[in-house]
């Protein structure tokens, strides 16, 4: 079946623009994380959807950064009056429940110029 | 909060030979410890995982070992082929915790197998 879709797959945009990024869970999956990962280094928890719960917002590291998720499966990731080291690649992942690893989208790969 | 130590940064071995990777973890109620898989120009794939209520879990060639007494686990690959080549990383998981669902990484591995 269809995995997680991420969209765009690059984005390149000017420092003080807003950026939104897209993912597509897993049908059915009711858990949904985005991560970020800069260039060679590990993954960043941002934030966490789990169903009608409230977001797990405790990764965000500002707040020019916003996410949502509609009707319980698309979400979009928001970066408002972005920065230089917002660059990153942007890594979605769904998984059926909570307490499970999750599998990842292929990522939006962000540049600030 | 979890803080997961992962060692070492880069592991060059020859096809064949086994591969070992490591880390720590420092929240002792973590109790979910998946692998990742991460190939260039990719999201990272789940390869194996483990719960904290066995010790050892194997799959073919890898296989991981939780020791919570000490809050290490490992990643075994036997029989390296070049096609294992590609960023490891491990994580760390409260499932029951406030924290839920909110996975913990380690900084990853780079993995060379030389054909």
């Known amino acids: 079946g269809a995995g997680v879709s991420q969209s765009p797959s690059n984005k390149v945009t000017e420092k003080g623009k807003d950026v939104e990024l897209r993912c597509d869970p897993i049908?059915?999956?009711?858990?949904l994380y985005w991560y970020r990962q800069s260039l060679g280094q590990g993954l960043e928890f941002l934030i966490y959807f789990q169903g009608n719960s409230a977001p797990d917002k405790s990764g965000l590291p500002s707040d020019r950064f916003s996410a949502e998720r509609t009707g319980g499966s698309v979400s979009t990731l928001t970066i408002q009056r972005t920065q230089q080291e917002d660059s990153a690649v942007y890594l979605c992942a769904s998984s059926p429940g909570a307490g499970a690893g999750g599998d990842f989208g292929a990522g939006t790969r962000l540049s600030v110029l | 909060g979890e803080n997961v130590e992962q060692h070492p940064s880069t592991l060059s071995v020859q096809e064949g030979d086994s591969a070992v990777i490591k880390c720590t973890y420092s929240?002792?109620?973590?109790?979910?410890f998946p692998w990742y898989k991460q190939e260039l120009g990719k999201g990272p794939q789940l390869i194996i995982d483990i719960r904290s209520n066995v010790g050892e879990k194997k799959d073919q060639r890898i296989a991981v070992t939780l020791n919570k007494t000490a809050k290490h686990f490992s990643l075994h690959i036997t029989e390296t082929q070049p096609e294992d080549s590609a960023v490891y990383f491990c994580a760390a998981l409260n499932a029951g915790g406030t924290s839920y669902g909110k996975l913990t990484f380690g900084q990853g591995t780079i993995l060379t197998v030389h054909p």
């Open positions: 929240d002792s109620a973590s109790n979910y």
């Open positions: 049908s059915g999956h009711t858990a």
